[in-house]
């Protein structure tokens, strides 16, 4: 399989063609963005980092039934990856409070959600990714109504695999934002998980140990990443 032109560039991660028409090639970069591309940083080792714990993350998926995108890895910065072709949405669910939802509805962060709650934002940047609901995704037409529901289902079928996973590591998944494509007429998961994505917090001590620390300037980001990923099992070195 060769590598071809570059298709897309995201904040943390570029995608190429491939000469096969099914398959992409995910590059993670060190790039470490937030705030909807207002803070961007270059951080030593992240591209490696987040490729790995990325892989080992879409495994543990796989091994569950949850079907997503993940291939192979194909170097230390990249992945082959199954060529969805993307909903333009985010998929949160929260655990406990922290983040936005502390800001707009005025809850202190740190509080148990029960049950989870379930969020979708649009993917788009210069609108600041703004809260949709499923009228909207109706109305203008980002998914079909089956899509939608399979999106929720297995956006929370993701919960139950994850949090038992990092509780295992002593970790509390506090919230998480996936996203989701089609594949063969099939809602598969693509983009990446990884704690860019998602926040994680030591379960006895609550210390951050995700891009919360980037974004708030706690510092050791890379190292908390790995931390996060020897916890859980995953293998950075070769
Ligand atoms: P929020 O608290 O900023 O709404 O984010 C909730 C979770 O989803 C948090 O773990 C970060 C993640 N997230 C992204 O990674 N990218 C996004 O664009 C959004 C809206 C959320
Ligand atoms: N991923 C979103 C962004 O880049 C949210 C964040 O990480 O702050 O803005």
Known sequence: MNKLDELFRG?????????????????FRDDTSAFDGKKIEQLSRKGMVNNKFNAFIMQKLEEAGINTHFDSLLSEQESVVKHLEMFPIECVVRNITA????????????????????????????LGDPMINEFHIQSFGWAEAEHVEKMKQLT???NDVLKALFLEGGMLLVDYKLEFGLFKGEVVLGDEFTPDGCRLWDKETRKKLDKDRFRQGLGGVIEAYEEVGHRIGVKFED
Request: proline content about 4%; charged content about 35%; aromatic content about 12%.
């Open 99 to 126: 983040g936005s939802i502390c800001r707009r509805l005025g809850i202190e962060e740190g509080k148990d959600i029960n049950p989870p709650t379930f969020e979708f934002f649009l993917k788009d940047d210069s």
């Open 156 to 158: 929370f079928a993701v």
């Open 11 to 27: 904040k943390a991660k570029s995608v190429y063609a491939t000469d096969d028409a099914d398959k992409l090639i995910l590059f």
